[in-house]
């Protein structure tokens, strides 16, 4: 259980860091932070979605279900995890500087309000 709850912690602070940055790039802009709300709810919305599938699968498996639900994620998360500091280790710069260039063109018009969230 403890390993579940670091993930989702983790995963929260990855999720406010992103969120954090957009707000930071779209200052200015009127009308960002509903978009950027509406962006996040989406992304809750979906979480919710796959966690209703998540307690199917676990009744699918007559008994053992959870074990092997936890186990599946777990496994899933861990390589999930790897590839992600992987990958942000060489493209964390490129993506902040996009973020900014999104919150230009959006208060310049060239891009809808649609764009940040």
């Known amino acids: 259980m ?3 709850a670091l993930i989702v912690f983790r995963e929260t602070l990855e999720a406010a860091l992103i969120v ?3 707000l930071a790039a779209s200052v200015g802009i009127a009308g960002r932070g509903a978009w950027v709300a ?10 919710a979605v796959v966690a209703l599938f998540a307690a199917a699968i676990a009744d699918a498996f007559s008994g053992n279900g959870h074990e ?4 599946s994620v ?11 500091n ?3 280790a060489s493209h964390a710069r490129q993506m902040a500087g ?15 309000m649609l764009a940040l969230a």
């Open 38 to 47: 509406g962006g996040t709810a989406l992304g809750v919305l979906g979480a």
């Open 68 to 71: 092997v639900l936890n186990a």
């Open 86 to 88: 992987l990958w942000m």
């Open 98 to 112: 996009e973020a900014r260039q999104l919150g230009r063109d959006v208060a310049d018009g060239a891009r809808p």
């Open 2 to 4: 403890l390993a579940i």
């Open 20 to 22: 954090s940055i957009v």
């Open 74 to 84: 777990l496994f899933l998360a861990v390589g999930m995890l790897a590839w992600h």
